[in-house]
């Protein structure tokens, strides 16, 4: 599963050569998605108007929604210390879940905004996915 946090999502609109490529890509892969956690896409829109019209026209897009588990969790991580809102959810998603049983990777412009044992990868590194 491939989760795009805030600075991925902003990247991602901006027209990012990788992500565009990847989002592109993963539209003609049946079954793939780009995920964006809920509050990674509302904290993109509150910095830009209308951000979200661009990131979600890729039909390889998907937003994962801030259900009751969620929401308590994601809670008890800003309470913990370990980031805001928009952080904290991309790090619940990039947890092990039941309906996904592979490895999470985290694209992002900051690895530092998450601890370690988290796969992230940053989108400005030369050469992210193969792309140089």
């Known amino acids: ?3 795009l ?3 991925a999502v902003k990247a991602l609109a901006a027209g990012h ?15 793939d998605r780009l995920r964006i956690p809920a509050l990674c896409l509302m904290q993109a829109e509150a910095d830009e ?3 979200h019209r661009r990131v979600l ?3 390889s897009v998907l937003v994962d929604d801030l259900d009751t588990i969620a ?3 994601v809670g008890t991580m800003i309470r913990d210390g370990l980031g805001g809102p928009d952080a904290c959810h991309a790090l619940y998603c990039a947890l092990p879940r039941a309906e996904f049983t592979g ?3 985290l694209l992002t412009e900051n690895e530092n905004l998450y601890p370690p044992g988290v796969v992230t990868v940053d989108i400005n590194t030369p050469g992210m996915l ?3």
Do not use: C, E, R, V
């Open 130 to 132: 193969g792309f140089t």
């Open 1 to 3: 599963m491939i989760i």
């Open 57 to 59: 026209a890729f039909s």
């Open 71 to 73: 929401a308590a969790s």
């Open 5 to 7: 946090d805030t600075g």
């Open 103 to 105: 490895m999470s990777i």
């Open 17 to 31: 050569k990788a992500l565009n490529l990847l989002a592109g890509n993963m539209a003609h892969t049946p079954g």
């Open 49 to 51: 108007a209308h951000l």
